[in-house]
T-cell receptor, first 111, second 114 residues
């Protein structure tokens, strides 16, 4: 069973606009959640993670995500998109001693 | 200083050949992984090692054989390569495989089987 579901395989936003990438997780998994980013021809790098504590998590490059248990969601946001944000974004969950990734969302930034 | 390094970066070979990919990390981590990323960017774990011991072995054909000579190195040997093995293979490492320790990825090895 899919542990995380990312809504939208491609998302396009204008430079300066709000970025919203959606992720829902299976309620059967512990809420250890992550967002990773993959720039072209590179490996993934961690943007942010939620394990315990504050439900609003701040990450690198101005990104943040909010853990909402009632909605089983962990959406990624950034107030103002920059051209350098164009990349593939992966939501992930820790389960069965491993990190399982969603299918990814390609973020396109329009000039 | 590269944290997780993989070689080679590109690998083009013919069906039926045997090839190896090497990975090294200098982060002092004790857990290392191989992930496979297909053409649709889907990323799936293949193996993980903790202190040279195999701890995760997903449903992977036995043509794939990982080997960890020490906790800083994890290699992947693939026998009798098939067209479907074409993908990008990522090595990663973390501390103790804990949920609190993020994965650090190499830049990948793009394998093309013709």
């Amino acid at each position: 069973a899919q542990s995380v579901t990312q809504l939208g395989s491609h998302v396009s936003v204008s430079e300066g606009a709000l970025v919203l990438l959606r992720c829902n997780y299976s309620s059967s998994v512990p809420p250890y959640l992550f967002w990773y980013v993959q720039y072209p021809n590179q490996g993934l790098q961690l943007l942010l993670k939620y394990t315990t504590g504050a439900t609003l998590v701040k990450g690198i490059n101005g990104f943040e995500a909010e853990f909402k248990k009632s909605e089983t969601s962990f959406h990624l946001t950034k107030p103002s998109a920059h051209m350098s944000d164009a990349a593939e974004y992966f939501c992930a969950v820790f389960r069965d001693d491993k990190i399982i990734f969603g299918k990814g969302t390609r973020l396109h930034i329009l000039p | 200083d590269t944290a997780v390094s993989q070689t080679p970066k590109y690998l083009v070979t013919q069906m039926g050949n045997d090839k190896s990919i090497k990975c090294e990390q200098n982060l002092g981590h004790d857990t290392m992984y191989w992930y496979k990323q297909d053409s649709k960017k889907f990323l799936k774990i293949m193996f993980s090692y903790n202190n040279k011991e195999l701890i995760i072995n997903e449903t992977v054909p036995n043509r794939f054989s990982p080997k960890s000579p020490d906790k800083a190195h994890l290699n992947l040997h693939i026998n009798s390569l098939e067209l479907g093995d074409s993908a990008v293979y990522f090595c990663a490492s973390s501390h103790s495989g804990s949920y609190n320790s993020p994965l650090h990825f190499g830049n990948g090895t793009r394998l093309t089987v013709t």
